[in-house]
Structure formats: structure tokens, C-alpha cells
Nanobody, 115 residues
Framework: QVQLVESGGGSVQSGGSLRLSCTAS????????MGWYRQAPGKERELVAD???????TYAKSVKGRFTISRDNVKNVFYLEMNNLRPEDTAVYYC?????????WGQGTQVTVSS
């Protein structure tokens, strides 16, 4: 059974940093797409950053220059390093992996940024 588990969320003040982790278990094959999404109250879920298996990274305009997506192939974990956080970054953050075995989501982790 494939499972993605996020960790690293929490509460920080504006300008602070957090690093989210997404640990995958149960995946036997390769992953083509890894992404971080977020959903704020009353808003739709949006893609924040993604990383393709070829190493190509894409960021939402609102986080470019502040957030970094990366992966550790040995540990089968990927990360979202978030710096210079703003109150508008407050949301539940979800990780997602997509590949030949299917499309999988984590349960989400809350990030709260206070001004």
C-alpha cells in the first residue's frame, strides 16, 4: 500500500522558515512527478512547486525565490524549503507523487504564518 506522509508544518512569524518533508512508502517503481500543493480556507487547492523525474523544477509565481523543492533519492523523501514566509502562505500543504503505479496524495500538514 502506497502512503505519503507530510511533516514539518507548524506556526511561524512572518519572515520565518519551515521545511516540509514528504516521505513515501510502498512505492516499488519510479516516480515521474512530485509536487507540493496548498489549500487556504475558502480557496481552491493550488500547485506551489513541482519536480519532474528529469530534474526540472517549477514554482508558482507567488513563491518563486522563496521556496525550494528538492528530493533525496536514497531516503525516498522530497522536501519543500520555505523561506521568508508571509501570512498569505498560511494553508494546508499537501504532497503528491505520480508515476506508473498511480497518483498519490499525502494527508496534509498545516502551515500558519502570523504577521
Amino acid at each position: 500500500q502506497v502512503q505519503l506522509v507530510e511533516s514539518g508544518g507548524g506556526s511561524v512569524q512572518s519572515g520565518g522558515s519551515l521545511r516540509l518533508s514528504c516521505t513515501a512508502s510502498g512505492l516499488a517503481g519510479s516516480v515521474a512527478f512530485m509536487g507540493w500543493y496548498r489549500q487556504a480556507p475558502g480557496k481552491e487547492r493550488e500547485l506551489v512547486a513541482d519536480l519532474l523525474s528529469e530534474g526540472i523544477k517549477t514554482y508558482a509565481k507567488s513563491v518563486k525565490g522563496r521556496f525550494t523543492i528538492s528530493r533525496d533519492n536514497v531516503k525516498n523523501v522530497f522536501y519543500l524549503e520555505m523561506n521568508n514566509l508571509r501570512p498569505e502562505d498560511t494553508a494546508v500543504y499537501y504532497c503528491r507523487e505520480t508515476g506508473p503505479e498511480g497518483d498519490f496524495w499525502g494527508q496534509g500538514t498545516q502551515v500558519t504564518v502570523s504577521s
